[in-house]
Structure formats: structure tokens, C-alpha cells
């Protein structure tokens, strides 16, 4: 079966620092892999998909994120954190061929201090 | 805009109330899915849909049903609502199942 997990419920960073948010997963076959964020009172909004073509995949506002099969993992990192990017961020799975079903992780909350 | 609509926003209801929670989008899309989120627990799949007429269980689907008559509309139904129905709900579409766009929510309380 297929799982998500995220590491980090809570991540707090500074305005202009890295910022990294961890997640493994778990899969038989080889999965797309999604990052959604949702900003408060907000719906998901897509940032970034894995989908077996480049393992370093760029997303919107400077997000990207490295998929490794032999560590089962596709973190989500930004060189510079902005005030804006506060939000709750999820890792997300699809079997293979099964688009119709989204696995979320539980979500990371990111907090960004001036 | 291509977007996701569903109303309402926020509703609260007492337990046993039928109510309808309606999922609309202007994209075409082949597939629907409703979810729920509640804290700590991510998002869980209630119901989803790859075309009209065809839809099939999620992971939580006891105390839901849905409908898919049109390609574009996809409402939740809550026959009898119960306060552990009270949860944050998103509505998704997406072409293929590569990457969803999600509405924006409605906060159901069941009291």
C-alpha cells in the first residue's frame, strides 16, 4: 500500500534562510509524487510534481524538490524563505496508474520570522 | 477563471439534517474527488468520480454519497449528519489525475 509520511509536523525558519521540508514514502510501484500548499483560509494549490521524468523537479515561487528512489524521499526546498511562503504544506502520492486517488502526508506547518 | 466552486463556504447544521454540498467546475475535467481534512490527519479521500455516472468509494466514505450526473457538477450529500461529520471538505478536479485543482473549502459544523 501506499504512505506518506512528513516528517516534520511544525518547521520554523527565518526570512532569507533555507528552508526544508522532509518527506518519505512508500510505494510498490513507481509513484507520482505531488507538493500542494495551502495558505490559511485557502484552498491547495499545486506547487510541484514528480511524474518519473527529471528527479530534480522546479516548481512555482522557488520551491523544488529531489526525488530519490534508493532513500525513498522527495523533500521540498527553497534556497531563501519569504514572509509569504507561510503556510501548511503537503507531500502527496499516487499509485501507479491511479490518478483518481491523492495520499496525503499530514501536513507540515512552516512558519517564516522576520 | 478556470477554477473549482463549491458551496457553501461554511455551514452549520444539527445532526440528522440532510444537506447537500455542491462541488462545480468550468474546466472540463474528467475527474472529481471530494476530501476531507481534519487536524493532524492530512486529507482523506471520501468519494471520487472518473467520469459521469462512474463513481466509487475513497477511504472514508461511510455517511456520504455523491452524484455525478453532469461532467461538471459533483455533490456531496450528507443524509444524516453527525457531529464527527463536522470537518474542513475540499472538492478537486483534474483532466488526467496529473495534479488537481481544489476549490476552496466549506467548513461543516454538525451540532
Known amino acids: 500500500a501506499q504512505s506518506v509520511t512528513q516528517l516534520d509536523s511544525h518547521v520554523s525558519v527565518s526570512e532569507g534562510t533555507p528552508v526544508l521540508l522532509r518527506c518519505n514514502y512508500s510505494?510498490?510501484?513507481?509513484?507520482?509524487l505531488f507538493w500542494y500548499v495551502q495558505h490559511p483560509n485557502k484552498g491547495l494549490q499545486l506547487l510541484l510534481k514528480?511524474?518519473?521524468?527529471?528527479?530534480l523537479v522546479k516548481g512555482i515561487n522557488g520551491f523544488e524538490a529531489e526525488f530519490k528512489k534508493s532513500e525513498t524521499s522527495f523533500h521540498l526546498t527553497k534556497p531563501s524563505a519569504h514572509m509569504s511562503d507561510a503556510a501548511e504544506y503537503f507531500c502527496?502520492?499516487?499509485?501507479?496508474?491511479?490518478?483518481?486517488?491523492?495520499?496525503f502526508g499530514a501536513g507540515t506547518r512552516l512558519a517564516v520570522h522576520p | 477563471e478556470a477554477q473549482v466552486t463549491q458551496n457553501p463556504r461554511y455551514l452549520i447544521t444539527v445532526t440528522g439534517k440532510k444537506l447537500t454540498v455542491t462541488c462545480s467546475q468550468n474546466?472540463?475535467?474528467?475527474?472529481m474527488s471530494w476530501y476531507r481534512q481534519d487536524p493532524g490527519l492530512g486529507l482523506r479521500q471520501i468519494y471520487y468520480?472518473?467520469?459521469?455516472?462512474?463513481?466509487d468509494k475513497g477511504d472514508v466514505p461511510e455517511g456520504y454519497k455523491v452524484s455525478r450526473k453532469e461532467k461538471r457538477n459533483f455533490p456531496l450529500i450528507l443524509e444524516s449528519p453527525s457531529p464527527n461529520q463536522t470537518s474542513l471538505y475540499f472538492c478537486?478536479?483534474?483532466?488526467?489525475?496529473?495534479?488537481?485543482?481544489f476549490g476552496s473549502g466549506t467548513r461543516l459544523t454538525v451540532v
Open positions: 510505494s510498490s510501484y513507481s509513484p507520482s
Open positions: 474546466m472540463n475535467h474528467e475527474y
Open positions: 478537486a478536479s483534474s483532466p488526467t489525475g496529473d495534479g488537481y485543482t
Open positions: 502527496v502520492v499516487t499509485p501507479f496508474g491511479g490518478y483518481n486517488k491523492l495520499i
Open positions: 468520480s472518473m467520469n459521469v455516472e462512474v463513481t
Open positions: 514528480y511524474t518519473s521524468a527529471a528527479t
